[in-house]
């Protein structure tokens, strides 16, 4: 149980461009999703928290209009990357959390790459 | 403010030695914590948890980890490694008064044949 799937797992995208991630739980209700980003060879680094119907809460420092995140269910969270640039190229990850409880499961990841 | 350290950045062992990696939290109260591990390219997997109770706790893949309150340390262990787990593997916990994971800096494994 407890499975977070992620697509797509590799993208690339042109500069200027913008590129949706989804996030989904397949075989629970996630009341929180997260989404990380991170850098090679470093910790993930985290962007923002959304619940379920609600706007996100991004994380200082993150450009709300940039990383757009809608939690419009309870097993789907996208996250879009306005005008990409090749500064946003990255690893993204999300997770989710089930009402009640801390921990937290992860999807496999996003590679993107704008050119 | 909560605070996860992982003092270790790599760790290398031979395959079939034992493992430690080090986890040391700041907290007042018992924290929540967990261990997670991330294969290259990969998402992070969930291997245990420790939320109350029995300070020893037993996770996946052969892995343990024992809480321990006088020293402030919640370290992974595992009695013989196996080429497959090289891997970063990061300590988390949960931010007082919300859901949100303060994760160490992680550890990397690397394993000799």
């Known amino acids: 149980g407890a499975v977070v799937s992620q697509h797509p797992s590799r993208v690339i995208c042109k500069s200027g461009t913008s590129v949706k991630i989804e996030c989904r739980s397949l075989?629970?209700?996630?009341?929180?999703m997260f989404w990380y980003r991170q850098f090679p060879k470093q910790s993930l680094m985290l962007m923002a928290t959304?619940?379920?119907?609600?706007?996100?809460?991004?994380e200082q420092g993150v450009e709300k209009d940039k990383f757009l995140i809608n939690h419009a269910s309870l097993t789907l969270s996208t996250l879009t990357v306005t005008s990409a640039h090749p500064e946003d190229s990255s690893f993204y990850i999300c997770?989710?959390?089930?009402?009640?409880?801390?921990?937290?499961?992860f999807g496999p990841g996003t590679r993107l790459t704008v050119t | 403010a909560q605070s996860v350290t992982q003092p270790d950045i790599h760790i290398t062992v031979s395959e079939g030695a034992s493992l430690e990696l080090r986890c040391n939290y700041s907290?007042?109260?018992?924290?929540?914590l967990f261990w997670y591990v991330q294969s290259p390219g990969q998402g992070l997997q969930l291997l245990l948890k420790?939320?109350?109770?029995?300070?020893l706790v037993q996770g996946i893949k052969g892995f343990e980890a024992e809480f321990k309150r006088s020293q402030s340390s919640f370290n992974l262990r595992k009695p013989s490694v196996h080429w497959s787990d090289a891997a970063e593997y990061f300590c988390?916990?949960?931010?007082?008064?919300?859901?949100?994971?303060?994760f160490g800096s992680g550890t990397r494994l690397l394993v000799r044949p």
């Open positions: 075989d629970f209700q996630a009341t929180t």
């Open positions: 420790y939320f109350s109770g029995d300070t």
């Open positions: 997770s989710a959390r089930a009402g009640g409880s801390y921990e937290q499961y």
């Open positions: 907290y007042g109260a018992t924290p929540y």
């Open positions: 959304s619940n379920e119907g609600s706007k996100a809460t991004y």
């Open positions: 988390a916990t949960p931010e007082d008064s919300s859901y949100k994971l303060i």
